[in-house]
């Protein structure tokens, strides 16, 4: 038992060092055939040999550099969002030199472009893996590592599910791509948001109470009659100056029950008292 997890990992290791092998041969030939491609291409336009020779390696040269930092901050637990979108940058690059070095039609295409594709795939696998093999062994140490932005192969598929997405429903993707641009950008880029301006009181209009006090008789035998006590709850539970008219039927008939009002004068009294509060009238005294 106390040999399993080192035979695991030099396992591991093992497949991980023949795969990074494999990729090397895999980048070699690659970059020949690619080479070759934009060679023909560079030297058809420029006419000087040796400028088309150091011209045609640039692109494969550029992938092999990103893909080495790549892998070198993979090692450390990083996903390298950068150096692995450039190395897929210098690839589509060669990608886009050997396409047009090809001859018209699909099969010149496919033999043309298959080995820079084939290694863009395979480098920036190989990349996630030994990440993720960094963070398993980040893991058993205890120590945790911060999350990176989303990956470029992730990039490229959100961008084709959204274009899919533009293609099927065209005015809904539109809508919700101009709310998410507002709402992750609410201002011109350099800008800032000023700070909300203290709301001033208008000295013109005269205070609004917010849940005014109705005018009432003076209780009869010390006891307030049945319609004051009905606008006294209905004041308690409602702003009764925002309460749409078309709700006063049912709380009138409600509390007018509480307080044994017959529901046709409890309805006509608090439509009444309601409507001189949103008019700005003062209630009538109410026995």
Not at 17 to 45: E, H, K, N
Not at 126 to 154: H, N
Not at 206 to 233: C, D, E, F, V, Y
Request: a positive charge; aromatic letters at 4%.
């Amino acid at each position: 038992m106390t040999h399993a997890a080192p035979a695991h990992h030099d396992r591991a290791h093992a497949w991980l060092a023949s795969a990074m092998s494999a990729l090397g041969i895999l980048a070699a030939a690659a970059a020949a055939v690619s080479w070759d491609a934009q060679y023909t291409f560079v030297l058809d336009i420029k006419k000087i040999p040796a400028i088309a020779a150091l011209e045609a390696g640039i692109p494969d040269v550029g992938a092999l550099i990103f893909a080495s930092l790549g892998i070198a901050l993979a090692l450390h637990g990083r996903r390298a969002i950068r150096s692995r979108s450039l190395n897929v940058a210098c690839i589509g690059i060669s990608l886009a030199m050997n396409a047009l070095a090809a001859a018209p039609g699909w099969r010149d295409l496919a033999v043309w472009i298959m080995p820079a594709a084939v290694y863009a795939l395979a480098s920036d696998t190989l990349i996630g893996v030994v990440r993720a093999r960094a963070v398993a062994r980040t893991r058993q140490s205890g120590e945790a590592l911060v999350e990176d932005e989303a990956t470029p192969m992730a990039i490229v598929g959100g961008l084709v599910l959204w274009l899919l997405r533009l293609i099927l429903a065209t005015p809904s993707t539109l809508t919700e791509f101009r709310r998410w641009a507002l709402e992750e950008c609410p201002v011109a880029p350099g800008r800032k948001v000023p700070p909300p301006r203290p709301r001033t009181p208008d000295r013109t209009k005269p205070p609004r109470r917010s849940q005014p006090i109705p005018s009432t008789s003076p209780p009869r035998n010390g006891k307030p009659g049945k319609q004051a006590r009905m606008i006294t709850l209905a004041d308690q539970r409602y702003d009764l100056t925002t309460l749409p008219l078309k709700q006063v039927s049912g709380i009138a008939n409600q509390i007018g029950a509480e307080v044994t009002l017959s529901p046709g004068t409890a309805r006509r009294v608090l439509l009444a008292h309601v409507r001189a509060l949103q008019n700005g009238h003062q209630p009538k005294e109410t026995p």
